[in-house]
């Protein structure tokens, strides 16, 4: 529970709102609600589509979320006056906010706590300036953070390493190509513990790096629910699963049952799972994809030809192989 929202708070605010009041921690547990028979429970997948920071309106709801003080308010009604009221909620617990190094402002600024304009004053006052070209990387692991947060320090140095909302984020201006997978073998073969990787977009300076790193954010998310067997994933390949993610679940569950017929049966038999996903990744090429697998070409012609039989996709056609990869998105995304 927030440090600032005590129990008189919450009184006071649900007597000013119009419209319901709910509260959750930072892993979406409700611990404030009208109906008191939903406190304790985990309500993520009500709010997946909250992705970033600070103050968003979603399917006329408005949902502000502030991770240092683990606090999410949800406000069951969009209208001008509840915007008002949560504007000055999130000034109120911000307001005390102190910024004492470079690495406080620059989570300010991914953030969203504060604008361009102020921290350019807050950077003069510590005398640091970053007039580059720059993109975020974000690691996320289940354990061991802080060990991380220290290696990447000591093998990155020319990178700014933050620790933000228990996850870690790389500011690189180098620009070097294939740096997140250098990123995963120094954790690997360091710690030996697997690391999903997001990487955002280029900007332009770091007045701008909350755009790359909500980019990087919104990457890792959908990377995690769409695809699947893989620990990197980029934003700019992300056309297709932040298209499928503006969709209504509704529709989706709809367009799964009209037109992706046998898709069940490839995620149950894992082994056409995997030469299909193989034979996408290695652009439909029967020779590479057979020794990826380690498989002869006859037997992957087979399986391709199965795959074909229970889904009505040729994946040596073209065509066929794009319908197989929405198909294989919005299967995840709606089982999901």
Request: hydrophobic share 40%.
């Amino acid at each position: 529970m927030s440090k600032i929202l005590k129990k008189q708070g919450i009184e006071k605010l649900k007597n000013i709102i119009q419209g319901d009041l709910i509260m959750l921690d930072g892993d979406f547990n409700t611990i404030w609600s009208k109906n008191e028979e939903t406190i304790g429970e985990y309500d993520y997948k009500r709010y997946k589509n909250i992705i970033y920071r600070g103050t968003n309106f979603i399917d006329n709801r408005i949902i502000y979320m502030h991770m240092d003080e683990e606090l999410v308010i949800v406000i069951e009604d969009d209208n001008e006056f509840n915007r008002d009221v949560i504007e000055m909620v999130a000034l109120f617990i911000e307001e005390e906010k102190e910024y004492d190094s470079k690495e406080d402002v620059i989570k300010g600024l991914i953030n969203g706590e504060i604008d361009k304009k102020y921290a350019e004053e807050l950077f003069k006052k510590l005398d640091f300036k970053l007039k580059k070209k720059m993109k975020v990387y974000i690691v996320e692991c289940r354990k061991n953070i802080e060990e991380i947060h220290n290696l990447l320090k000591e093998f990155f140095d020319n990178s700014i390493i933050l620790l933000n909302d228990k996850k870690i984020v790389v500011i690189d201006t180098s620009l070097e190509d294939n740096l997140e997978e250098g990123i995963q073998d120094v954790i690997l073969s360091e710690t030996m513990i697997k690391i999903k990787i997001s990487v955002g977009t280029i900007v332009n300076d770091i007045f701008d790096i909350k755009n790359s790193y909500d980019r990087a954010m919104k990457a890792m998310v959908l990377g995690k629910r769409l695809i699947k067997g893989k620990n990197i994933f980029y934003y700019d390949q992300m056309i297709l699963p932040i298209i499928i993610n503006g969709v209504k679940s509704k529709k989706l569950t709809t367009l799964s049952n009209e037109l992706f017929q046998g898709m069940d049966k490839i995620f149950e038999e894992r082994e056409l799972m995997q030469t299909a996903t193989s034979f996408l990744e290695n652009n439909l090429n029967i020779s590479e994809t057979s020794k990826k697998l380690f498989i002869h070409r006859n037997t992957l012609t087979y399986r391709l030809n199965k795959i074909k039989k229970l889904t009505r996709y040729d994946l040596r056609n073209f065509e066929d192989a794009v319908n197989f990869k929405i198909a294989l998105y919005i299967h995840s995304y709606v089982k999901n």
